[in-house]
Structures are given as C-alpha cells and as structure tokens.
C-alpha cells in the first residue's frame, strides 16, 4: 500500500506480559518515529530513526521499552512486562527527512489495552 | 531537547468565527513548524506548515505565523465550519532530529 502499515490495529495482553508492535513504512522514507498516545492526550514522543544513524532514544519512558528498524524497512517496538498504564495508542510515523524537512505521514495505531 | 507548549488546550467557536492556537518552542534551531489535525478516532494529518526562512504562509481559510525571534509560531482559521471541529497539533524541529508535539487543542465549532 502507499501509506504507513501497523500492525496488529488492536491488541489486548495482561498486565505483565511482552508485546510486539509492528512498523511499515512508505517506501524511500528513511526518517521513522514512534508516538504513544494515551486516551485525550497529545503525541508523546518515543523514539526516532533516521536511516543509519543512531537512534534517538530519548523520549523512551523506561528501559522495558525498546525498538529497532534494520536499514529503512520495518520497525518494531517492544515493551516487555507490560503495565496498566502502557495502555495507549502506539503510532508510527515516516517521513523523507534527512537534509531537510519532511511532513510525517502517520499509521493508524495500534491500540494496545493492558488488563 | 526541544519542548513545545501549546495554547488554549479547549477552544469553542461559533460557526463563522475565527480561531487561533498558539505555540512556543523552546529550540533555537527549530526551523520547520507542522500543524497536524486529528479527528475523534483517526491518525493526525498535516494541515499546514511553514519553515523559518517565511514569516507567514496561507492555505485558503488557514495561515500560519512565525516569530522567530519570540519562539512562537501561531495557526489562524477563518470563517470556521462545524467539520474544522477536531484537536489540532502544533510541532517543532529540524532536520535530522525528532519532532516534538505540543498536547493538542480540541477545537469546537457550534452551528
């Protein structure tokens, strides 16, 4: 498709468990961001590639979360011993960027409900 | 790192009226400014954006205004229509680094 992919769209895990989001991205897009969204809030930054570089990682809010992207293709984030209020819709976003700057065009989530 | 305060968090128009939602950055070095609109249950979308070397850029019933020197950075609608109705999303950076997205302003158009 020519849009951002994500997957699973819905995802329901008990407290404690690992889960797996997955990323694709528009192809030739080399810049790729992931946001977390709790219900009403706004986009709170995670983690951000941009083609080979290191990732910036800054806006992980503890070490049980982490992702990765090999090259420019799929990326996936992981959060580990899953808690109550890692619930929240997990967005994924690619963009041209590199030299300059480039809209980010956004999938539509993942929404990930912790019980 | 770059932080982005965003201004009113609520905003309830009537129809036909204008609206405005400010941001501050707090980066120097930001120099491209997106304004991404969300509506109830679907992915943001840009609307309008501007990069600093412009001090204002219009899209019909949209414009945006940037004050570099102030770090802030402004989204106009005029003639508003209950579809305007959704949160808007004000957002700073640069090339090559993260961008970073003020909380939202839920806008509210009543017919």
């Known amino acids: 498709g020519a849009g951002v992919s994500q997957s699973p769209s819905n995802k329901v895990t008990e407290k404690g468990k690992d889960v797996e989001l997955r990323c694709d991205p528009i192809?030739?897009?080399?810049?790729l961001y992931w946001y977390r969204q709790r219900l009403g809030q706004g986009l709170e930054f995670l983690i951000y590639f941009q083609g080979n570089s290191a990732p910036d990682k800054s806006g992980l809010p503890s070490d049980r979360f982490s992702a990765e992207r090999t090259g420019e293709s799929v990326s996936t984030l992981t959060i580990q011993r899953t808690q109550q209020e890692d619930s929240a819709v997990y967005l994924c976003?690619?963009?041209?960027?590199?030299?300059?700057?480039?809209?980010?065009?956004f999938g539509n989530g993942t929404r990930l409900t912790v019980t | 790192g770059e932080n982005v305060e965003q201004h009113p968090s609520t905003l309830s128009v009537q129809e036909g009226d204008s609206a405005v939602i400010k941001c501050t950055y707090s980066?120097?070095?930001?120099?491209?400014f997106p304004w991404y609109k969300q509506e109830l249950g679907k992915r943001p979308q840009l609307i309008i954006d501007?990069?600093?070397?412009?001090g204002e850029k219009k899209d019909q019933r949209i414009a945006v205004t940037l004050n570099k020197t102030a770090k802030h950075f402004s989204l106009h609608i005029t003639e508003t229509q209950p579809e305007d109705s959704a949160v808007y999303f004000c957002a700073a950076g640069q090339a090559g680094t993260a961008l970073i997205f003020g909380k939202g302003t839920t806008l509210s158009v009543s017919s």
């Open positions: 501007i990069r600093s070397n412009v």
């Open positions: 976003a690619s963009s041209l960027g590199q030299t300059t700057n480039s809209p980010l065009h």
């Open positions: 192809s030739g897009h080399t810049a």
């Open positions: 980066d120097s070095a930001s120099n491209y």
